[in-house]
């Protein structure tokens, strides 16, 4: 199994910023891409931003929010700038790719949540 960890996730005031990290371990083989996701209450979980063949990003975080990935890390980094109180909510690291374990499976893996809070 691929298990993932979310970190970075706090209250910060309008304008501020936040780095979410996310880190993947267990039976990875290769990973296709990594991305990240937000959910309020309320709402379907939606797409922020994903880095796989291409980088694609929400139309509310372009120009303000930057993916990235280290892969001899297995890690995924969101950098978050002029943050503003809609961009509030649990942000979950989705990470998709090839587990072997015995044999080679297609993996589509979530973490757990991180709490971003714009407010001041």
């Known amino acids: 199994q691929v298990h993932l960890v979310e970190s970075g996730g706090g209250l910060v005031q309008p304008g501020g910023s936040l780095r979410l990290s996310c880190k993947a371990s267990?039976?990875?083989?290769?990973?296709?891409?990594m991305g990240w996701y937000r959910q309020t209450p309320g709402k379907q979980r939606e797409l922020v931003a994903d880095?796989?063949?291409?980088?694609i990003y929400a139309d509310s975080v372009k120009g303000r929010f930057t993916i990235s990935r280290d892969d001899t890390k297995n890690t995924a980094y969101l950098q978050m700038n002029n943050l503003k109180p809609e961009d509030t909510g649990v942000y979950y690291c989705?990470?998709?790719?090839?587990?072997?374990?015995?044999?080679?499976?297609?993996?589509?893996?979530w973490g757990q949540g991180t709490q971003v809070t714009v407010s001041s």
């Open positions: 989705n990470v998709r790719g090839i587990q072997h374990n015995g044999r080679y499976t297609d993996y589509d893996s």
């Open positions: 267990g039976s990875i083989f290769s990973i296709h891409a």
């Open positions: 880095s796989g063949s291409s980088t």
